[in-house]
């Protein structure tokens, strides 16, 4: 392909940070930010309190049934922000500089990511409509705004980094990187037990994305890593464009062989790299046949309609709202859209040349992945080694 399959009808304009579920809900209420961003947004107020009610109780400490799960959940995102750190996603680039033919490089740097841990690599031009045009999430460090629950304090060296500062990501190429998630862990949604497995993996591939980026840096070139706890650009998009996979309706990237079950961590760099091209899996299509995951999220945040014009380009748009808030209600993130999606499911990787080569075949597809499958949601058992904190919790909730 020499275009990604989304459709672009307009001028694109670059997101604000600021506008994501994820930096509202951390606002702290009554902070000059929560003031200046609710002041320009009156009506998200409403919803906004209601989103950061959750988070507001998590921070509390509580009983020993709540602290197990907790401990989990901190496990696995909390040490990661150390990795957040702006010289720790960027940094000093070595002075002398090594000159090589793109393509040997492109080769080289797909097997040093795969040796790291990456389970696939592509390399795409980074398009700057898909840099974030204002940071919303932290880490910043502006001396009045502390970062709960990553950062206490003012750490040396990092004072006037602000909510709201301008990103700028210069680089001419991102190279992208899908990390697989366990999917019966996944599949035990509603439970802490998908929140560690999503926070092990992102733990997992923000240190890929800081080790490949220092890669670089030392080999004379500049590089930053973008990750869970400090992203410049919007990596799924990045990742259409390097041919990594397809946007899907469900909001995640479709990968050929992993479906939406991953997480996603780039790194953009100016070392000269050959490109890989974006690919035509059949998604868009498959997409309007198939809806599973429309029909079988529990919140409704996933149409069943058509694509629609955000930003300059027609696609799916999810209602991040009503799944946050849903996810709130779990108590956990939910996942089931990405495990429910057939190209997800172990089956789909025998099928997928039909899939991605024969439309008609497609709605049979979809039918053979509900006998096999089944067509709703069927969570998965806690496994053997979670067995403790779930049964410590049923001891200890009273019911
Ligand atoms: S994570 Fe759950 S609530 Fe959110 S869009 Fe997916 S299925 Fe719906
Ligand atoms: S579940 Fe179906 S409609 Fe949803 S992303 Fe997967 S293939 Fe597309």
């Known amino acids: 392909m020499d275009h990604p399959t989304y459709e672009i009808v307009g001028e694109l304009s670059r997101f604000d940070e600021r506008d994501s579920v994820?930096?509202?809900?951390?606002?702290?209420?009554?902070?000059?930010?929560?003031?200046?961003?609710?002041a320009a947004h009156p009506?998200?107020?409403?919803?906004?309190?209601?989103?950061?009610?959750?988070?507001?109780?998590?921070s509390q400490p509580g009983e020993s049934a709540a602290q197990i799960d907790t401990a989990l959940?901190?496990?696995?995102?909390d040490p990661v922000a150390g990795l957040a750190l702006p010289d720790v996603v960027d940094g000093e680039v070595a002075s002398a500089r090594?000159?090589?033919?793109?393509?040997?490089?492109a080769k080289r740097i797909k097997a040093l990511a795969r040796r790291l841990g990456a389970y696939d690599v592509r390399i795409g031009p980074l398009n700057p409509a898909w840099v974030y045009s204002h940071r919303g999430t932290p880490p910043?460090?502006?001396?009045r705004r502390p970062n709960p629950p990553h950062f206490s304090g003012l750490p040396a060296g990092y004072r006037d980094l602000r909510w709201g500062d301008p990103i700028e990501v210069p680089h001419r190429y991102a190279i992208s990187m899908a990390f697989p998630q366990d999917r019966d862990l996944l599949r035990t949604g509603g439970t802490p037990f998908s929140d560690f497995e999503i926070g092990r993996v992102y733990a997992f591939s923000a240190l890929v994305a800081t080790q490949l980026a220092t890669y670089i840096r030392a080999l004379g070139w500049p590089a930053r890593a973008h990750h869970l706890r400090n992203y410049g650009?919007?990596?799924?998009?990045?990742?259409?464009?390097?041919?990594?996979?397809?946007?899907?309706r469900c909001?995640?990237?479709?990968?050929?062989?992993l479906g939406a079950n991953l997480r996603l961590a780039c790194v953009t760099t100016d070392l000269p790299l050959a490109l890989d091209p974006p690919v035509d899996l059949g998604i868009q299509d498959y997409c309007a046949k198939c809806l599973k995951c429309a029909t079988t999220c529990p919140s409704g945040a996933i149409p069943e309609g058509d694509p629609v014009v955000v930003r300059g380009v027609r696609k799916w748009r999810i209602d991040p709202e009503k799944c946050l808030l849903y996810w709130n209600h779990l108590g956990s993130a939910c996942s089931i859209c990405q495990t429910i999606c057939p190209w997800s499911n172990p089956l789909h990787r025998a099928?997928?040349?039909?899939?991605?080569?024969?439309?008609?075949?497609?709605?049979?597809?979809?039918?053979l992945d509900d006998r096999v499958y089944g067509a709703r949601f069927r969570a998965a058992e806690v496994p053997g080694w979670g067995r403790w904190a779930a049964e410590q919790r049923s001891v200890e909730t009273p019911r």
């Open 233 to 248: 650009v919007l990596v799924i998009p990045v990742a259409v464009d390097a041919g990594l996979g397809e946007l899907g």
């Open 22 to 38: 994820f930096a509202r809900e951390r606002l702290v209420p009554g902070s000059a930010e929560e003031r200046a961003y609710h």
């Open 43 to 58: 009506e998200l107020v409403k919803i906004d309190r209601r989103i950061a009610a959750f988070i507001e109780g998590v």
């Open 98 to 105: 090594v000159e090589a033919d793109p393509a040997q490089m």
């Open 351 to 367: 099928v997928a040349p039909i899939a991605m080569h024969v439309p008609w075949a497609r709605r049979f597809l979809v039918w």
């Open 73 to 77: 959940y901190s496990a696995t995102f």
């Open 140 to 143: 910043f460090f502006d001396g």
């Open 251 to 257: 909001g995640y990237l479709i990968h050929r062989t």
